[in-house]
């Protein structure tokens, strides 16, 4: 009884993995959008006039008529009553949508239902479990339950990330003037001219006009010498000199991956994307380089591969030929790499 039992429970598993697609990633072919996995096979068999990336199992699509969303099999899994904010509904997050109702916003739930009241004249997306919204209070952050978090009354803000939202105090004469919450109101002291978004404990941070790196109290890590600074991600952050190059520092603020590139973007699946090009006038020259520097090599079929890039995201990069991926579909071919450089699908449109 044992090993049947066991039996059943091991085919039950098989069923459940091969149920699960993974990861689905939007092509276009002849016009027509659908949806291939990190392998390149076809998982949902283009037909949409437009298509979103899936967010909480579902994407938002538009086939022919209908406005809605299909699950990871293709099917129309949702066809809300609800005006979409933008040409196609928003993607869910924390079990969350933004929707229009008349001229105010507020969030559905996954049944379609409106679990937030459309009472807000601007409404964000959710990160880490809040989202921004604004009202005739002013701005805040709000929780899936509806009920408020940071709190009104300041003037704009970014995503939560890392448990940190930078908040805009004030704006004006060129100066702005930037704060650091957590989502429970408690402030991490200090105001800056600008704020990135908390990373691996440390978050960039701009004063006297040069970008710096403090931690979570504050306290200042690396100290502000850079014109740009981005995200850290395993244990590197762009950074851009006074030379206009841009290379990656670790958290003692020595720059591991010298300064020789016209771009620099964070570190995603062990991969961060660079611009190789000289000078500000010349076309973008996508590359991607390893925590050491070195350039991952493109296979011989796909050379030039591309104009365009995103960073890796679930084991693939979005690659763009004719315009940058987001494109895709005003004249843009869109394809996707894996991260040893291979296609796995070849841009098409």
Known sequence: MRAIAAAVLALAASAAIASDPGPLFRILRDGKWGYVDRSGHVAITPRFERADRFSDGLAAVQDGAVQGYVDATGKIALVPEFAPVGVIHRPFSSGLAVVRVGQRYGYMDRT???????RYATADDFSEGFAMACDTDGCGYIQPNGRGAVGYGFM????????????????????????????????????????GNMSEGLIAVRLGGQWGFIDARGRGVIQPRFER?????GGLAPVTLETGRCG??????????PARFHACH???????????????FDGERVAFIDRTGKMVVIGPEASP???SAEDFENGLAAVGAGGAPHLAGNGTWLGYVDTSGRYVWKPSR
């Open 248 to 257: 990656y520092v670790d958290r003692t603020g020595v720059l591991a991956i």
């Open 229 to 233: 600074a981005g995200d850290f991600s």
């Open 266 to 280: 964070r570190f995603s699946d062990g991969l961060a994307r660079v611009d190789l090009a000289e000078d500000a």
């Open 112 to 118: 379609g239902k409106l679990a937030i009241p459309a």
């Open 305 to 307: 591969p591309f104009d």
């Open 156 to 195: 704009a803000s970014g995503p939560v990330k890392g448990g940190v939202a930078c908040i805009s105090l004030a704006m004006g004469m060129g100066r702005q003037r930037v704060a650091l919450r957590q989502p429970d109101g408690t402030a991490i002291p200090g105001e800056w001219e600008g704020c």
